[in-house]
């Protein structure tokens, strides 16, 4: 199975529903489950291993992570954060080596921990270094999750990406306005209590990705289950951001 196959998967109007996995257990009971592709998820890696989620902190272990379950049969894209680096050279070194481990795709993001973007140019660098290695590099744009940037300008701007990815856009309207102004499948981040999967195929989405969502799910499974035994009520799920305030913060 490679990249070609994984491309293939992404299909505007009948989405990818793409589950992440953050540990090894988790990947293969969701490979289990018949799911034909499944990614990582930088937070829920952070979170296993007490690191820092998007401050480039969990390089080795998101390698070790899409090194263990290469095996399970199903199509593995990996969450890279901002390829751990701003080199182009380095990212590059990187995603050829998860491409030689058999890798199918790299989500690469322009999001930076101080809560700013990485500048267009550098951004465009380094998408152009991690093509070429037989992997699907989708592009993510955090500028609807930090609230900063044009959207469409950074959609333009990588568009020599295999896909683009604009998580934290949840209007209907705006993700079919998006979707069409690229010849690009475009991914969105599944929201609870936001769009359906037949409406954002309707919108024309290639992609809807989980993210951190089941890893917080398994985390309020965790937490109402123990609770239940002391006779209290279940917790809601935790926040992205209250997930992430628990970690070390980046130094």
């Not at 599944?190 to 890893?215: F, H, I, K, N």
Request: charged residues 20%.
């Amino acid at each position: 199975m490679t990249a070609v196959n994984f491309r293939d998967l992404h299909r505007p109007g009948d989405p990818l529903l793409l589950p992440n996995a953050w540990d090894y257990g988790s990947a293969a009971v969701l490979a289990a489950q018949g799911f034909p592709a499944i990614g990582t998820t930088s937070l829920g890696v952070a979170a296993v291993h007490g690191k820092p989620d998007a401050a480039g902190a969990t390089r080795a272990e998101t390698i070790e992570l899409a090194e263990s379950i290469k095996d399970l049969g199903v199509l593995v894209t990996v969450d890279i954060e901002g390829g751990f680096s701003d080199d182009p050279a380095e990212v590059s070194d990187l995603v050829a080596s998860l491409g030689a481990l058999g890798v199918a795709g790299v989500n690469l993001e322009d999001g930076r921990p101080d809560g700013t973007l990485r500048p267009i140019g550098l951004h465009q660098r380094i998408i152009e270094a991690a093509t070429g290695h037989g992997v699907f590099v989708n592009a993510r744009t955090d500028t609807c999750w930090l609230r900063t940037g044009a959207t469409r300008e950074r959609v333009r701007a990588y568009g020599h990406a295999d896909g683009i990815f604009v998580p934290g856009l949840s209007d209907l309207g705006e993700i079919a306005e998006v979707a069409a102004s690229t010849p690009l499948p475009l991914n969105v981040l599944y929201q609870p209590g936001g769009p359906t999967l037949a409406e954002l195929a309707e919108a024309g989405v290639a992609r809807v990705s989980t993210g951190s969502l089941l890893y917080r799910a398994a985390i309020q499974g965790a937490l109402a289950t123990v609770l239940g035994i002391r006779g209290e009520p279940a917790p809601p799920m935790p926040t992205y951001a209250e997930m992430a305030a628990f970690l070390p913060q980046p130094r």
